[in-house]
């Protein structure tokens, strides 16, 4: 899938970053990062990051929407640090996982703690 001219945003309509170009290759992952240096020294054997966003994803909530090029929303995910959302995830270097990777939902119940610290990026969760 080409990524060209997708656009992320949280929940402020003013954070907005737009990817100048890149593919999800068929049943692969990309990793979009806030800081790809940060990223790279954190996880030196990691993916390369497709690119970067300019503003933060709060630790304790906060929306992640991604638009495709034409601005139609594809996903969104208003996610908490407080149950009903795993609670582990919440600063200590867990992240939120999908249970089922194939089943996306933006229901706190289909979201796990990821079993790595810092979660598993550029590849399925384990």
């Known amino acids: 899938m080409d990524l060209t001219g997708w656009i992320v945003r949280d929940a402020t309509d003013s954070n907005v970053s737009v990817l ?3 593919v999800i290759p068929p049943g ?4 979009f990062c806030q800081d790809s ?10 993916p390369t ?6 503003f933060g994803l709060g630790n304790g909530g906060d929306t992640l929407r991604i638009h495709a090029a034409d601005g139609a929303l594809v996903l969104s995910l208003a996610y908490d640090d407080t149950a009903p959302w795993p609670v582990d995830a919440d600063g200590g270097g867990a992240t939120l996982a999908l249970k089922s990777v194939g089943a996306y ?6 979201w796990k703690t990821s079993s ?11």
């Open 20 to 22: 100048s170009g890149g």
């Open 116 to 126: 790595r610290l810092g979660g598993s990026p550029g590849a399925a969760n384990p």
């Open 28 to 31: 692969g992952y990309v990793v």
């Open 37 to 46: 240096l940060r990223f790279q020294r954190a996880f030196p054997a990691g």
């Open 105 to 110: 939902s933006d229901q706190p119940t289909a």
């Open 49 to 54: 990051p497709l690119g970067e966003f300019s």
